[in-house]
């Protein structure tokens, strides 16, 4: 594995997962835990964090916390500005963790003042393994930047959706081309009649060939029906 594998997967961020705040680029948090979670698995088994001290200095809510994560292949490792950090291994997999510290000011915030600096130190650990790196590292202050990532989005959306679509037709044209009873034509249409406008939408070679391949099942079938009767 390469060193940058994790960094290159989390480093690019949907700009629908962000908001301006000021002149900075808030990252939506619950959609970087959900990264994570897609990369580690759930809080608590695959990482997370443990709130080592709170404190008030100068008008800020302080909070540091233990940030740790797991991996079965041993490597992820990230140690910021000297902060003490260390591996070990827990049931065959590598544990990494070090410390990070989140703020936030306390008249802006009022009661929300310490769980805005949880996030903030939660935000800022995960950074350090690379996710939405290109908000830290200022790229959200190009609209040029921006506006690629969207055309990048949109475009793995359309990919991907696609690749479902796909995964569908070879599913069940096979099953259409073998069909030869009225009822099994019926019961094959009503299994996938609500996937087929979407289809049309976002795949539609695949649903035209869905469509023939339909029309000639039910050719089939009618000429079957009438030799039958004869």
Known sequence: MNNLDLWDRVSKTNPDHTKKAGRFTAIDAYQQIRTATAEF???????????????VIDGYAI????????????????????????HHLTHGRRVGYYEEYGTAIISRMKDEAFKSALTDAITKALSRLGFNADVFLGKFDSNKYVEERKREI???????????????????????RGIS???????????VKDA???????????????????GEACQRVKTLTLAAAE
Request: aromatic content about 12%; overall charge negative; proline content about 5%.
């Open 154 to 176: 949109k475009k793995e959306e359309t990919v991907n959706a696609y690749e479902v679509h796909k995964t569908l037709f070879d599913q069940v044209m096979p099953t259409l």
């Open 41 to 55: 698995g759930p809080v608590g088994e695959g990482w997370g964090w443990q709130v080592q001290s709170e404190q």
């Open 63 to 86: 909070v540091r916390i233990r940030f740790w994560w797991m991996q079965g292949d041993g490597d992820g490792h990230a140690g910021p500005y000297g902060i003490r950090h260390v």
């Open 196 to 214: 087929l406008p979407l289809m049309k939408e976002e795949a539609l070679g695949l649903y035209q060939d869905l469509v023939a391949a339909y």
């Open 181 to 191: 009873d009225p009822g099994d034509l019926r019961a094959w249409h009503e299994d």
